[in-house]
């Protein structure tokens, strides 16, 4: 590899790794939803060409950080390792659809709304928060699962119960799952719960029972689940990053496995010394005085 090569890739980390290249960028991607927002407004029509410039010029500059941020690389390969630098290079790459042509205009506009995600990849707090979203789903099924098992048994309860009050909300299975889903986000669930109790004045305990289970003890195992991910999500960060309690444990335990192995090195050679040198008062120094 070339001196020269060296040179300018050091160069590109350097300015890659910069926090005011870092701000820039963002400020770049807060500016292109902006035009995106802009342009559904009618009133914006007499500056629309402006605007199309403006995102020329956005695109042109997503190119060149992409660009840049591969050359910083010391090869393609390590670049496209990493899923965030792919999501970026689809979306650039993306951003090149021209917009006055008046069959893609549409798909243009539409992959120019993904590069307000963009926000995600720059951020590292961020993708901390999506990295525990997605890995928290697969814990979270359970609980879906269950909810989905409770939410069936009240259905099929306020189906055979309710459906004379009002066919309208509990008809069937399906449309009184609907009417749970409504009541479990707190949607006007007193006007549901009232027209019953005309009918069955006990009926309040259907529905309180119901938001006890879900909205109660439900949303609550999903936000610890999450929770608990976005703990290790950030000692995971923390970690990498060298800062926090997780760091400062492993640098510590590093310490000890250094200082252990130096003891067991003077362990060793002490044992050496002692085995190849003999005591004073040995029988091989008795023979020799005689």
């Known amino acids: ?11 590109f980390e350097k300015l890659r790794s910069n ?6 960028v963002i400020s770049i991607i807060v500016i292109s939803a902006l035009v995106i927002g802009a342009k559904t407004y009618e009133e914006t029509s007499r500056i629309e060409q402006w605007l199309l410039y403006l995102d020329v010029a956005v695109t042109v500059f997503f190119l060149v950080e992409i660009l840049i941020r591969m050359a910083a690389e010391r090869n393609l390969v390590s670049f496209f390792k990493k899923g965030w630098n792919v999501f970026d290079f689809l979306i650039v790459t993306a ?3 021209p917009m006055d042509d008046s069959e893609m205009v549409l798909l243009a506009r539409l992959l120019r709304i993904f590069r307000v995600l963009r926000l995600v990849s720059m951020i590292p707090e961020l993708q901390m928060l999506l990295g525990a979203l997605v890995k928290s789903i697969p814990r979270m099924g359970y609980v879906v699962l269950l909810m989905f098992i409770i939410f ?13 009050v009002d066919e309208f909300l509990w008809g069937n299975i399906s449309v009184a799952m609907l009417t749970l889903f409504r009541i479990a986000t707190f949607e006007d669930w007193t006007d549901v719960m009232y027209a019953t109790q005309e009918v069955y004045a006990w009926s309040w305990i259907y529905y309180l029972t119901f938001i006890f289970l879900t909205a109660f003890i439900f949303l609550n195992m999903m936000i610890g689940i999450v929770l608990d991910v976005m703990q290790k999500e950030s000692a995971q960060l923390d970690f990498d990053s060298g800062e926090g309690e997780p760091a400062q444990l492993q640098a510590l335990r590093s310490d000890v496995h250094s200082l252990k192995a130096q003891l067991d090195r003077m362990e060793a050679a002490l044992a050496e010394r002692n085995t190849a ?11 020799k005085t005689d």
């Open 95 to 97: 951003s090149l659809i």
């Open 19 to 24: 926090k005011l290249f870092e701000g820039v």
């Open 277 to 287: 040198s003999p005591p004073p008062n040995s029988p091989t120094d008795s023979a």
């Open 152 to 164: 069936y048994i009240y259905a099929a309860l306020g189906s055979f119960l309710f459906h004379n």
């Open 1 to 11: 590899m070339s001196e020269p090569f060296n040179t300018w890739q050091a160069r």
